[in-house]
């Protein structure tokens, strides 16, 4: 270790001196030595932007500043912003403009622009793009944020603000995220962010090899390190059952290890972890870990694990069939068919590419019972794992989710913190945990890369008549069949298909697990089926637009699986939707292609896509939620919501306040915390505001019945005569607040607290054998248009704008959804042009290629179809499917450019010239 | 991170005693970008160790100064900021061609940090030679990853081998079609060289891209003023509009009277271990009238003895379009 030296700093605005390592980084004597954690620490490899201070004025990384470099000179950071009391102007401006959803890129863009607004207070909005590029967002697609950068700029010139009036009710009323404000100021604390007396640093050591048996583990070195406080690895865990559960059956899973017990089956998987007193010694403590392994030959990409000689991972083989989906008659439908296309399609893994890396901290409480704090999507399941691992009763764990830094179906049980918990178990000290970027990417559950074979026929007037699709699903090394579900269900795609025969089977290969990610199953689906729609189009010479309409699903038709659809069947009036600027945008790119020089070498393009999805998490097992009216005359509202940044907790509260008469600022959300809101529930697949607010809504008007029967007893009048409004129960110009009635409600011996529940009422699983059954009670379903301009001579592609139409019902909160939809169609923009993972190699965040600012597209954003009958106010969930239509539509458009077919993702510049040599 | 010692240097020659007094261990430190981000990953192997002290030569006094003097050029200091390179009013209208390369470096926020000196001293990005893991040849392993692996991107289509990296500078092909000199300070003397003889291809030296001493600094960057009528141009392509490594990058600067080229200097990025002097292209160009024809002539001269690895042809085609835009570019009156 480096000597410490005395530093003097300035931050902001005070003098201090501290003593520290001058060869360690500014962003870390921030955060650890002076608490300063609204600076994040996002890659550590100034490729995120994340860590940006103010140094003299002028934007800087912190993460790559030592801080010997910095002696003597000024530094800003968020906490700085905004002091003496009230948000600094660009801080009110990101909260009001949705322009904050995980918020933990937020501090540093804010940073980042103010810097440029000292020296130029009214930038032009090239100037402003130039600073905001660095800076890496996952959630926002960047759109909100530009505007609240303008929108700022405004307010921190003087110009007044824009007061938007008052209305009634808060369902389908832009508003701010309820979080917003603790996240611009760099209060909220994210799982990094804590910290104790005591804390021990966890450190992973993973496997260098993507494949092979762990011969011996020897820590007896390691352990003597002074520093070193204990160890956890596969052999000292080999007593109890190991392992994270495969969600659904039937289909082999295979329990996955959270480390290693006798064989590695991934590069990166953990073989040992240590518990250390700094992260350093963590560090050499693993360095002397010795290893023997035996190395194996490995399986890499599903071409490669369908051969038949290809290594076993499992001694059953690599593939399983596990759902096939068969209606009407499949020769018969080919036979009938005036047009068959056939095609291969390749989509690869997609990293999550959150913000936050994993991170948690975890200790043993004065009572024994297990405390972990971690940015979990699904707290209910760490604790059940945590507390199978260890053979603890589930209430002596407790689990509670941190604001979650971007998950996106990434954070769900994770190594990182379940080692955390375990090594805490075992050393009895507080332990935490947080990735470094490349763990995060070596490691981290990807999106399933699919091999898929897609043969559709159709008649001459357009009509599909049949569909055989062959899905080969990459899960990765450890079995779970779960994808090959959602990807049989949505191979269809949103249309009328008499004869189809889908088999989708999971595949087992060496590298990281896959898992859920937004969109799960559809993206892949929809690259594959909207190409071959295309495909068929250009055959017949039909409209592309046409076909789809002519095919769209409509209330009463059947799919594959045999599910009668009557509600939320709105594709087509998506496909309405854009039709307009679909013929606005073919007329433009043939205006634009015409008066181009013959010798320009761009050519634009206009792409059409649609996209499906059943939502997330099938099952009959009811969700539930807890209302209570507490003493002051506020709700408390408890479920196992985690708030993800995506803002459904606030459209929870708009709806409970809403039914209650409350304003919204008296409604008090609990959520993911196993211990306060026991109620199971995974926040994913956009079913928030359906299933939660299903059963947030049972339980109030529980409640409601209650006091208005108690209400109307102490005001003498009918019940039918009680209303809710403004915290009180009225009756004809007469009130009673709410807390004297809950005052009341005691007196007389009526309950406050109610619980209600909501289940997929539909469900019926899937048989394995025919796939008849309905897989879930409503469908995602949209429209998008890509427009694009593509170099031939180069291979770059530049999506210039997408439109989107999804079918909504009511929207809840039009402000946050439409920040969902941007976030979805810049994560497919990027899984269609720059994300590339590469298994074992692909270590950095640049290397990976997250778009940026840069890769933006304008972004047009509609909301159409009706209420739905079935669900909470009519509303539909539409943010997360964004994602499905985008890359097919972008594939779509490059093709209608330039002939040239994507048949594999990304289109990066080497692919799209093979493809255009090809054409 | 690698724990090292921070030494402030005082002078150019201080610091090339420094690092001759800690021979081996030390290493200099301009914006440290580059080098801080290698000490945090440990890319060390047989050849190349990580230094235990770092000597800082931002203390020097004056090595960020830009200057120009009417008919002798332009001085960059080592230490000169890539956002001031790219930002200065004379280089803007005298040296486009290095405004515009400095304009693409990286990110606004490394651009603040990032020097001149480093730009032209950082380390290959191939990510064989970045992953800690792989003891790969160029660390002074035996295995040149690239050969089998993915060599789609940052990989060399000339002059390969036996290690395969490409240099990834933007500044360097600017300043060498600006026909620059380097001074380079050491702790007894200085020298001064054409920047493009400081770059080594991995057949001369497998495991440094440049001819500098243990013990040696670079001190300055020399550019003559540009005779007149000369013009130049630079573009770089890559995988996203924002910050990444060259694809491929083409420098072209060439003096032009009557719309005939009468003397040129030819540059490429990203596709060879060292900047990548284009001499017959140069030949194919001196002379002629700039058209289309001559330009695509140029283009494919400059590329007539590429040699692309497995998965990177297409970097072929790539910079070919791109020196043939730049041509007609530089040539544009």
């Known amino acids: 270790m480096e000597k410490k030296s005395r530093i003097r700093l300035t931050i902001n605005g005070k003098e201090l001196e501290l003593e520290a390592e001058p060869n360690r980084s500014l962003l870390e004597v921030l955060r650890d030595d002076l608490g300063l954690t609204g600076t994040k620490q996002g890659c550590d490899r100034e490729e995120c932007g994340t860590c940006t201070v103010l140094l003299e004025g002028v934007s800087a990384l912190s993460c790559n500043l030592a801080v010997g470099m910095v002696v003597g000179r000024k530094v800003e950071t968020i906490e700085g912003l905004g002091q003496g009391g009230g948000l600094h102007p660009l801080q009110k401006a990101f909260v009001e403009k949705g322009a904050v959803q995980c918020g933990f890129c937020t501090p540093g863009i804010i940073l980042e622009t103010e810097a440029l607004l000292r020296r130029d207070p009214a930038p032009t909005s090239e100037k402003i793009t130039e600073r905001l590029f660095p800076h890496l967002c996952r959630c926002t697609g960047y759109a909100k944020i530009l505007e609240a950068i303008e929108y700022g700029a405004r307010l921190r010139r003087g110009e007044p603000a824009v007061v938007t009036a008052s209305h009634q009710g808060y369902v389908g009323r832009p508003r701010s995220a309820l979080d917003a404000e603790d996240k611009v100021t760099g209060r909220a604390k994210f799982a990094a962010d804590l910290y104790?007396?005591?804390?021990?640093?966890?450190?992973?050591?993973?496997?260098?090899?993507?494949?092979?048996?762990?011969?011996?583990?020897?820590?007896?070195?390691?352990?003597?390190?002074?520093?070193?406080?204990?160890?956890?690895?596969?052999?000292?865990?080999?007593?109890?059952?190991?392992?994270?559960?495969?969600?659904?059956?039937?289909?082999?899973?295979?329990?996955?290890?959270?480390?290693?017990?006798?064989?590695?089956?991934?590069?990166?998987?953990?073989?040992?972890?240590?518990?250390?007193?700094?992260?350093?010694?963590?560090?050499?403590?693993?360095?002397?870990?010795?290893?023997?392994?035996?190395?194996?030959?490995?399986?890499?990409?599903?071409?490669?694990?369908?051969?038949?000689?290809?290594?076993?991972?499992?001694?059953?083989?690599?593939?399983?069939?596990?759902?096939?989906?068969?209606?009407?008659?499949?020769?018969?439908?080919?036979?009938?068919?005036?047009?068959?296309?056939?095609?291969?399609?390749?989509?690869?893994?997609?990293?999550?590419?959150?913000?936050?890396?994993?991170?948690?901290?975890?200790?043993?409480?004065?009572?024994?019972?297990?405390?972990?704090?971690?940015?979990?999507?699904?707290?209910?399941?760490?604790?059940?794992?945590?507390?199978?691992?260890?053979?603890?009763?589930?209430?002596?764990?407790?689990?509670?989710?941190?604001?979650?830094?971007?998950?996106?179906?990434?954070?769900?049980?994770?190594?990182?913190?379940?080692?955390?918990?375990?090594?805490?178990?075992?050393?009895?000290?507080?332990?935490?945990?947080?990735?470094?970027?490349?763990?995060?990417?070596?490691?981290?559950?990807?999106?399933?890369?699919?091999?898929?074979?897609?043969?559709?026929?159709?008649?001459?007037?357009?009509?599909?008549?049949?569909?055989?699709?062959?899905?080969?699903?990459?899960?990765?090394?450890?079995?779970?069949?779960?994808?090959?579900?959602?990807?049989?269900?949505a191979a269809q795609g949103p249309y009328e298909i008499p004869n189809v025969l889908v088999k989708a089977a999971q595949v087992a290969t060496n590298v990281q697990k896959s898992g859920a990610f937004r969109g799960l199953g559809g993206i892949q689906i929809a690259f594959a089926q909207e190409q071959q729609l295309e495909l068929i189009a250009q055959q017949l010479q039909m409209d592309p637009w046409e076909i789809r309409y002519l095919n769209a699903l409509r209330p009463g038709s059947v799919t594959a699986t045999g599910h009668h659809l009557e509600e939320g069947v709105g594709i087509s009036a998506t496909l309405k939707a854009v039709r307009p600027y679909y013929e606005q945008a073919l007329q433009v790119a043939r205006a634009e292609n015409g008066s181009r020089e013959t010798a320009s070498t761009w050519k634009r393009g206009v792409g059409l896509a649609c996209g499906w999805r059943a939502y997330g998490g099938q099952s009959t097992d009811p969700t539930e939620a807890t209302v209570e009216l507490l003493p002051d005359g506020t709700l408390e509202v408890r479920s196992g919501l985690v708030e993800l940044g995506v803002g459904s907790t606030t459209a929870l509260a708009q709806m409970a306040a809403d039914l209650m008469g409350v304003r919204l600022e008296d409604v008090h959300l609990i959520g993911g915390d196993t211990a306060r809101a026991p109620f199971p529930y995974t926040t994913s697949g956009e079913k928030a505001v359906m299933m939660i607010g299903g059963a947030v809504c049972r339980a109030l008007e529980e409640l409601r019945a209650a006091l208005t029967s108690v209400s109307a007893q102490a005001l003498g009048c009918r019940p039918e005569e009680i209303t809710f409004k403004g915290g009180n129960a009225l009756q004809a110009g007469r009130k009673l607040p709410l807390d004297r009635l809950a005052a009341l409600c005691r007196e007389v011996g009526v309950p406050l607290k109610y619980q209600g529940a909501a289940r997929w009422s539909g469900y019926r699983p899937l048989d394995p054998d025919t796939g008849q059954g309905v897989f879930c009670d409503l469908y995602a379903m949209r429209t998008q248009v890509a427009e694009v301009d593509v170099n031939t001579t180069t291979g770059e592609v530049k999506v210039l704008r997408v439109v989107d139409a999804s079918d909504t019902g009511t929207v809840v909160n039009p402000i946050l959804l439409e920040g969902q939809i941007h976030g979805s169609i810049v994560q497919g923009l990027g899984y269609a042009l720059t994300e590339e993972f590469v298994p074992g190699q692909t270590a950095t965040l640049r290397e990976y290629g997250l778009p940026t600012v840069l890769e933006m597209p304008e972004m047009v954003v509609l909301f159409v179809g009706d209420k739905v009958p079935s669900t909470p106010f009519g509303a539909k969930g539409a943010g997360e499917t964004a994602i499905v239509p985008t890359p097919a539509a972008i594939a779509n458009a490059i093709a209608h450019a330039t002939r040239a077919r994507l048949r594999r993702l990304p289109a990066k510049p080497d692919r799209v010239l093979a493809a255009l040599r090809e054409s | 991170m690698k724990s090292f010692q921070l030494i402030d240097a005082r002078s150019p020659q201080e610091a090339a005693s420094l690092l001759n007094k800690y021979k081996g261990k030390a290493q200099p430190l301009a914006g440290g970008g580059d080098l801080l981000y290698l000490m945090k990953d440990r890319i060390e192997g047989r050849q190349i160790q990580m230094p235990d002290v770092l000597v800082n030569l931002e203390s020097i006094p004056k090595l960020d100064s830009i200057s120009y003097e009417k008919g002798k050029g332009l001085k960059l200091g080592a230490m000169a900021l890539v956002s001031d390179v790219e930002a200065n009013k004379t280089i803007r209208e005298r040296f486009p061609i290095l405004a515009q390369a400095a304009a693409e470096v990286a990110s606004p926020q490394l651009r603040n940090m990032g020097t001149v000196g480093g730009n032209l001293c950082q380390k290959p990005r191939c990510w064989y030679y970045r992953n800690a893991h792989l003891p790969c040849l160029k660390k002074g392993g035996s295995t040149c990853y690239a050969l089998e692996g993915d060599n789609r991107y940052y990989h060399a289509i000339l002059e390969g081998g036996p290690c395969y990296i490409v240099h990834p500078s933007d500044l360097a092909p600017a300043l060498i079609a600006l026909n620059s000199q380097v001074a380079l300070v050491g702790p007894k003397q200085s020298r001064t060289i054409p920047l493009e003889s400081f770059f080594v291809n991995t057949k001369q030296n497998l495991y440094q891209e440049n001819v500098l001493k243990p013990d040696e600094i670079v001190q300055e960057v020399s550019v003559p003023e540009p005779k007149e009528g000369s013009r130049g141009f630079y573009l770089k392509s890559r995988i996203r509009k924002s910050w990444d490594f060259a694809l491929a990058s083409a420098a072209v600067q060439m003096e032009i009277a009557g719309g005939v080229c009468r003397d040129c200097r030819i540059v490429l990025g990203g596709v060879a271990p060292l900047p990548y002097r284009a001499k017959d292209a140069e030949t194919a160009l001196k002379g002629k009238k700039i058209n289309e024809q001559v330009a695509l002539k140029v283009a494919e001269e400059a590329l007539k003895a590429a040699q692309p690895m497995s998965m990177n042809a297409y970097k072929v085609d790539l910079a070919k379009t791109l020196l043939k835009r730049a041509v007609l570019q530089a040539g544009k009156v």
């Open chain 1, 196 to 489: 104790m007396p005591d804390m021990a640093y966890a450190k992973i050591l993973r496997s260098p090899h993507a494949h092979a048996i762990i011969r011996n583990i020897d820590t007896s070195e390691a352990e003597r390190i002074p520093g070193v406080r204990g160890f956890v690895t596969g052999r000292n865990l080999r007593a109890v059952r190991l392992g994270v559960k495969p969600l659904l059956r039937p289909g082999r899973g295979t329990f996955q290890p959270v480390i290693a017990i006798d064989r590695v089956r991934y590069k990166g998987e953990p073989v040992a972890a240590v518990a250390a007193d700094t992260r350093e010694i963590a560090e050499q403590a693993l360095a002397a870990v010795k290893v023997d392994y035996e190395v194996l030959e490995s399986v890499i990409g599903v071409e490669a694990a369908l051969k038949p000689d290809a290594p076993r991972i499992f001694p059953e083989g690599n593939v399983e069939q596990t759902q096939t989906i068969t209606r009407g008659d499949i020769a018969k439908g080919f036979a009938e068919a005036d047009v068959v296309v056939e095609n291969w399609y390749y989509t690869p893994f997609q990293e999550h590419g959150y913000i936050e890396p994993e991170a948690g901290l975890a200790y043993v409480d004065t009572d024994g019972r297990l405390f972990l704090q971690a940015c979990t999507q699904f707290p209910y399941q760490c604790q059940q794992s945590l507390a199978q691992l260890l053979g603890l009763k589930a209430e002596e764990v407790r689990v509670v989710a941190t604001p979650v830094g971007g998950g996106f179906g990434g954070k769900y049980v994770e190594h990182a913190w379940i080692l955390a918990a375990l090594l805490a178990y075992e050393v009895r000290s507080p332990v935490k945990v947080v990735y470094t970027r490349e763990e995060s990417i070596l490691s981290s559950t990807k999106r399933h890369a699919a091999l898929m074979r897609f043969k559709t026929g159709a008649s001459r007037n357009g009509r599909l008549v049949a569909l055989e699709a062959e899905l080969f699903m990459d899960v990765g090394a450890y079995f779970d069949p779960l994808v090959t579900r959602y990807t049989a269900v």
